[in-house]
C-alpha cells in the first residue's frame, strides 16, 4: 500500500472476503483523511479523525506516521501552508487573516514557517509568476507488493507482570521515534539497565519495551523485564491482562529491523489480516543475542481482536 493522490474505485460485488476487508480498512483510513482535509481552516480534533478510522488517537497518529512517512502533524501543517498560498495567488485576505484562518497564533510565526516551506515570503506570493510548492493530499490504496516473507504468530497471552522504568513520551512531531532511543541509551549507561536486568525472572532475562496509557498526544512507554520481585525507588509494575496479541518476528540491528517490520504491520497485515487493534499495551520483546548481529532477533507484540 502507498500515498496517492487519487482515491481507488472498486466494484464492491466482485470482491473476496479478504479484498473486502482491504477496502473496509481504506475506507476507514479515508474518511479520516477526509475528515482532516475538510477542517485545515478550522480546529482539528485528533481524536475524531481517529475515531473515524476506528482506532485510537495515539495509534492513528503513529499508524499514519508509518504509512506515510511524514508525522500526521507535520502533513497538516503542509496542507495548511499549501492552501494558504493559493489564497495569496486568488489575492484573498490579509496575512493576518490568512495566518489566524489555518491555525498560526501570529502573521510572524506564519511567514515563518510559510518561508520555510515556499522559499519566498508571504508578500512575495501574492506576485504573479511566484513559484510556490505544493503540497497535495494523500489518500490511501492498495497496491501488489513483494513477497517478502512475514513471520507471525497469534496467541492468547497470559497475565504478565513486568517491573521497569517509565517516561511519559510525546507524539507531537515525532518526538517518540527520538525519545525511545535517547531513553535506553540513558538508563543503559547510568547503570539502571543492569539493576532492572538483576531484578528478572529466573529463566526469563529478555528485555520488554511497553508502550501504554496513550492519552491523545503522548503515552507512557516502559524498559522492563518480567519480575517477581518488588520494585525499588524510580521503578514502576506494570501488570498485563490476559489478551490476545499478534506476535511478528524481527530480524536484524536496532531500530531499523523494528520500524520495517512496523510499517508492514500498518501496510500489509492489518488491512488483510481480518484483525482489529484493541486498547491494550503494546510490546517489543528484546531477545539475549548480540545486539549488534545482523540477525539479531526481536518481536513486536500488538493487542489485536477479530473485525466484527
Known amino acids: 500500500m502507498y500515498c496517492n493522490n487519487q482515491q481507488l474505485t472498486v466494484n464492491r460485488k466482485r470482491l473476496t472476503g479478504n479484498e473486502e476487508t482491504k477496502m473496509e480498512w481504506l475506507e476507514k ?60 495567488q486568488k ?14 497564533d501570529s502573521p510572524v510565526s506564519f511567514a515563518r514557517a510559510f518561508q520555510n516551506l515556499h522559499g519566498i515570503t508571504p508578500k512575495d506570493a501574492r506576485e504573479q509568476g511566484a513559484v510556490l510548492t505544493l503540497y497535495p493530499r494523500i489518500s490511501f490504496k492498495i ?14 497471552m497470559k497475565k504478565l507482570r513486568l517491573l521497569g522504568i517509565e517516561k511519559t513520551i510525546s507524539t507531537v512531531n ?20 543492569t539493576r532492572l536486568s538483576d531484578k528478572a525472572k529466573k529463566g526469563k532475562p529478555e528485555g520488554y519495551g511497553v508502550c501504554y496509557n496513550s492519552r491523545g498526544t503522548d503515552f507512557n512507554y516502559m524498559i522492563g523485564v518480567e519480575s517477581e520481585e518488588k520494585p525499588e525507588e524510580g521503578m514502576t509494575e506494570l501488570i498485563i491482562e490476559e489478551q490476545e496479541y499478534v506476535k511478528f518476528e524481527c530480524r ?16 500489509e497485515w492489518f488491512p488483510s489480516s481480518g484483525y482489529e487493534h484493541v486498547e491494550a499495551p503494546e510490546l517489543e520483546w528484546y531477545s539475549c543475542e548480540e545486539m549488534d548481529s545482523t540477525t539479531y532477533l526481536s518481536e513486536i507484540w500488538i493487542p489485536i481482536r477479530k473485525c466484527k
Do not use: H
Not at 481524536?47 to 508509518?66: D, G, K
Not at 540491528?253 to 500498518?266: A, D, H, M
Open 29 to 88: 483510513m479515508n474518511a479520516a483523511l477526509d475528515y482532516i482535509e475538510n477542517n485545515l481552516s478550522g480546529e482539528i480534533d485528533y481524536v475524531e479523525a481517529a475515531r473515524r478510522a476506528c482506532i485510537s488517537s495515539y495509534n492513528f497518529q503513529r499508524m499514519f506516521s508509518f504509512i506515510a512517512d511524514v508525522p500526521l502533524a507535520e502533513y497538516i501543517r503542509r496542507r495548511r501552508l499549501t492552501l494558504a498560498a493559493l489564497d495569496f
Open 91 to 104: 489575492g484573498g485576505g490579509s496575512v493576518l487573516d490568512i495566518s489566524l484562518k489555518y491555525g498560526y
Open 143 to 156: 497496491t501488489i507488493k513483494g513477497v517478502d516473507e512475514m513471520k507471525y504468530r497469534i496467541e492468547k
Open 174 to 193: 515525532g518526538e517518540n521515534f527520538k525519545e525511545i532511543p535517547k531513553m535506553w541509551n540513558e538508563v543503559a549507561e547510568d547503570g539502571r539497565l
Open 252 to 267: 536484524g540491528k536496532l531500530p531499523e529491523s523494528q520500524q520495517s517490520v512496523w510499517k508492514r504491520i500498518y501496510t
